[in-house]
């Protein structure tokens, strides 16, 4: 177990280095960062020159990048250029994203599983079919779309959530855009868990255990659950990462303050170190949830062991 | 090995938007032996010719209303994203500042936006762009990925090796994030940057699949004959091995079409996406947004187009793996 969690960290080494690099490489090489800072402005030469020196911006891209990187590895993610510094500007936008993706994914687990296991014992039959076609709809409809329908009947029709978030977030604003990130993913946890299970239902263990004369639902719950959950658990897991990156839409459409709306903001007005700052925890988010998933799997099933 | 109980390719990495290239349920595909067992044919037909896997496909097909009825859209789509005067004979330029943002009316049955153009015009010169980008991009990610992801699994070794690493990298990245990086110092107001753009996050994901199909059909004991016989490596791969690994690529490659479409939609919306003059449901969808409470069908009419484009490509990719995979039956 210990071995096989030292291997995987050491597997994700090459590729945090890698999306990291590649992010750098586009927001650093592409765009010129010290002419956004001037805006529509040319800049005056002298100044953008000691401009380029302070921000390490003279420097070979590989060693700009070996630069940046030993900076985030002693806490400093440097200053975005309003003179905030990154990580003051971390602390007040990631715990309103946690928070929104938590009842995202709490969403997604409760409805998803429910309606998927539901569908996946009455195969073929009436509702089946039905969950089927919506799940298909909700996936077709974007994100961008099924928000502003959401805000505009819950919003603003009928008054039950407010349409737009306050800077504090508390959770109940957050429920509305919660549901609106999770629609998507909610959509393919239950067709996963539909398949899965429909799968699992025939197999051995599940007739034995109904043979032995064990109550159905518990059959379902302890058995055919807990064997049919291991795809949904794999998606569940890349999703925290994913969402958090994808709740750009979602907070631009609530105006949520948070990881999306800082990126949007950083990314229109090039403020590259507030962007690669971002987007690296993002990606060790990502990185770190995938491991946390495959340790998951020997919870579910125990044959399953890490040598 | 424990990593490889679950299979990864199954995971989509998404973002919020549909943008999520999620394929959950394709993954039963890429386990399965492609070829299928030679069938008789129908009852009653002459026995002798075994029909392959690809008319028995063709033959399910036809009976799915699913798929007929979603190939019936597609056409039309396309239809019209090629001629669109065919039905819709206005200007989708021209403005009349005085009728803005009104409602339908005679001769204009969705209305008019906020630049007094009108939105039925509008909404069917929007389907070029979003099926152009659709399709130019599955094709170059299929092509792309399924070359790359065939030869790593049927020579392995260290390109192999080098091919997934590669790819966890590009699948590290959230799409929207890399996509409004990448693009948003683009200027070019054509549809090719958002095209190599989906292509270059694309590929991974159908070279996985393919990657492990071809291992999969590799095993298979006609390859091993074949390459006893003496057959070499591009006879091996182009005669034996494509065939019967190209159908999970062509799963993937269906459903990921309706995805990117919405993609393409959703980096518009965010403003990195295409660029006006370029006519597209996204950027459309994005001016609209602003006017949700005064003139919500600005932004229903081209929502609905997009919406029913994405979901008819989602459901032919449905019936499709239907039909190629006859586990699920």
């Known amino acids: ?307 | 090995m424990p990593e490889s109980y679950v299979p990864k390719e199954a995971i989509g990495h998404g973002d919020g938007g549909t943008a999520a290239l999620a394929i959950g349920e394709a993954e039963s595909l890429e386990r399965r032996p492609s070829a299928a067992p030679p069938s008789a044919g129908p009852p009653g037909a002459p026995v002798g010719k075994p029909r392959s896997l690809w008319s028995d496909a063709w033959h399910d097909l036809r009976r799915n209303p699913v798929f007929v009825l979603s190939a019936l859209v597609i056409v039309f789509l396309v239809v019209i994203a090629i001629w669109p005067q065919l039905i819709a004979t206005g200007n989708p330029y021209r403005a009349d500042l005085a009728k803005a943002q009104q409602g339908s009316q005679p001769g204009h049955p969705f209305g008019f936006d906020t630049q007094g153009r009108d939105v039925y015009t509008r909404v069917v010169y929007g389907a070029r762009a979003s099926i152009t980008v659709g399709v130019c991009a599955t094709t170059g990610a299929a092509l792309l990925g399924s070359l790359l992801g065939g030869l790593a699994g049927f020579f392995g070794g260290w390109g192999d090796t080098l091919l997934s690493r590669l790819a966890d990298i590009f699948f590290g990245i959230p799409v929207i994030l890399g996509g409004l990086v990448f693009l948003s110092v683009v200027t070019s107001t054509t549809v090719w940057p958002v095209v190599g753009f989906i292509v270059l996050l694309g590929w991974p994901q159908v070279s996985r699949i393919a990657r492990g199909s071809v291992v999969t059909a590799k095993q298979n004991d006609y390859v091993q004959a074949a390459r006893a016989l003496g057959a070499g490596n591009g006879r091996l791969l182009l005669r034996h091995i494509a065939p019967n690994a190209v159908a999970p690529v062509i799963v993937v490659a269906t459903i990921a079409l309706g995805t990117y479409i919405a993609l393409e939609a959703t980096l518009s919306y965010l403003g990195a996406g295409l660029k006006p003059p370029t006519v597209s449901w996204g950027i459309d969808i994005s001016t609209a947004s602003t006017y949700i409470r005064s003139a919500p069908h600005m932004l229903l009419w081209p929502a609905g187009a997009l919406s029913i484009t994405v979901l008819a490509f989602i459901m032919l990719g449905d019936a499709v793996r239907d039909a190629l995979d006859p586990k699920l039956r």
């Open chain 1, 1 to 307: 177990m210990g071995r096989y969690v030292v291997r995987r960290l050491l597997q994700m080494i090459p590729v945090f280095i890698g999306s990291t690099f590649l992010i750098f490489f586009m927001v650093y090489a592409l765009g010129d960062p010290v002419a956004a800072m001037f805006g529509d402005r040319a800049p005056d030469p002298a100044t953008a020159a000691q401009i380029r020196r302070d921000l390490y911006l003279d420097q070979p891209l590989g060693k700009q990048y070996l630069h940046y990187m030993g900076q985030i590895f002693q806490g400093n993610f440097g200053t975005a250029f309003n003179g905030q510094s990154v990580t003051e500007l971390m602390a007040s936008a990631f715990p309103v994203t946690l928070r929104l993706t938590l009842i995202a994914i709490v969403l997604e687990m409760l409805v998803g599983i429910t309606l998927g296991v539901f569908s996946g014992l009455r195969r073929g039959r009436g509702i089946d079919t039905s969950v089927l076609l919506l799940s298909l709809v909700v996936v077709s409809v974007p994100t961008f779309v099924s928000g502003y329908l959401l805000q505009f009947v819950f919003g603003v029709r009928w008054a039950w959530a407010a349409p737009s978030v306050s800077p504090e977030a508390p959770l109940n604003e957050l429920l509305l855009p919660g549901l609106v990130l999770a629609l998507v993913s909610l959509a393919y946890v239950t067709r996963l868990t539909r398949t899965s299970i429909a799968e699992n239902v025939r197999a051995d263990y599940v007739r034995t255990a109904l043979a032995k004369g064990l109550p159905r639902h518990r059959v379902i719950t302890r058995h055919l659950l807990r064997n049919s959950l291991i795809p949904v658990v794999t998606f569940i897991g890349t999703d925290i990462g994913a969402l958090m990156g994808g709740a750009i839409v979602t907070e631009r459409i609530f105006n949520i303050h948070g990881v999306g709306f800082q990126l949007y903001q950083g990314i229109l007005r090039q403020n590259s170190p507030t962007v690669v700052g971002f987007v690296t925890i993002l990606v060790l988010v990502f990185l770190l949830a995938n491991l946390l998933v495959d340790l998951l799997y020997a919870v579910l099933d125990p044959r399953i062991r890490y040598a």
